[in-house]
Structure formats: structure tokens, C-alpha cells
């Protein structure tokens, strides 16, 4: 089992950059790919980001390809999203998740996080 503690929130200004980590506990760390989602108010959870397992291997949700950044360290069973650029509409509770597959799909991961939130506002 794995128990993942998400840090990092807070508010920022647009165009501004935050970064998120997560960290996890337990065994296999580096068995899990990992997953970030995000959910604001009244709107339904949202793909963020996703790193496979050994490789590193990509994936990003078409808003925040190229603004967002998602890394591991297998070592320090961390997930980081630096998250860059900044946007009002980025504003969420962020989530990370740990799963078998990276995946686009959150009910395809095991473990959750808490949340952390991100606000983006002037």
C-alpha cells in the first residue's frame, strides 16, 4: 500500500509558477505509475499529468501541455508538477495518484493523495 502526501499549493499570480510535490510511503514506489489530477468547484475531476513507472515515459492533459512539467525520483519517492505560466483557469485542488499503468484515467489509480490547492488569481 501506498499513503502519498501532496505540498506545494498556495496562491500565485497568472503567468506566475508553483510546484507541487507529492510523497509517498511504503513499499515498491517505483512499481507505481504516477498520476495528477485536478478538480475545481462543480466541475468534474481533470487529467493533468501522468510518468510511467522506470522509464519516465510523458503524458500531459491538452491544457497545460507545454506550461506543466511532470518528474520522479524513484530514490526520494517523490512525483513533482512544476507548473509554469499560470492561469486563472488552473485553479483546482490538485491530486496526485498512484496506479499500475499511466493512465488519463482516474479510476485506474489505487491511491490518492489529500489534495493540495492551487489558486491563481490577481
Known amino acids: 500500500q501506498v499513503q502519498l502526501v501532496e505540498s506545494g499549493g498556495g496562491l500565485v499570480q497568472p503567468g506566475g509558477s508553483l510546484r507541487l510535490s507529492c510523497a509517498a510511503s511504503?513499499?515498491?514506489?517505483?512499481?507505481?505509475?504516477m498520476g495528477w489530477f485536478r478538480q475545481a468547484p462543480g466541475q468534474e475531476r481533470e487529467f493533468v499529468a501522468s510518468i510511467s513507472k522506470s522509464r519516465g515515459i510523458t503524458s500531459y492533459g491538452e491544457s497545460v501541455e507545454g506550461r506543466f512539467t511532470v518528474s520522479r525520483d524513484n530514490a526520494k519517492k517523490t512525483t513533482d508538477l512544476q507548473m509554469s505560466d499560470l492561469r486563472i483557469e488552473d485553479t483546482a485542488v490538485y491530486y496526485c495518484?498512484?496506479?499500475?499503468?499511466?493512465?488519463?484515467?482516474?479510476?485506474?489509480?489505487?491511491?490518492w493523495g489529500q489534495g493540495t490547492q492551487v489558486t491563481v488569481s490577481l
Open positions: 511504503g513499499p515498491y514506489f517505483s512499481s507505481y505509475a
Open positions: 495518484a498512484a496506479g499500475p499503468m499511466d493512465s488519463h484515467i482516474d479510476s485506474e489509480y489505487d491511491y
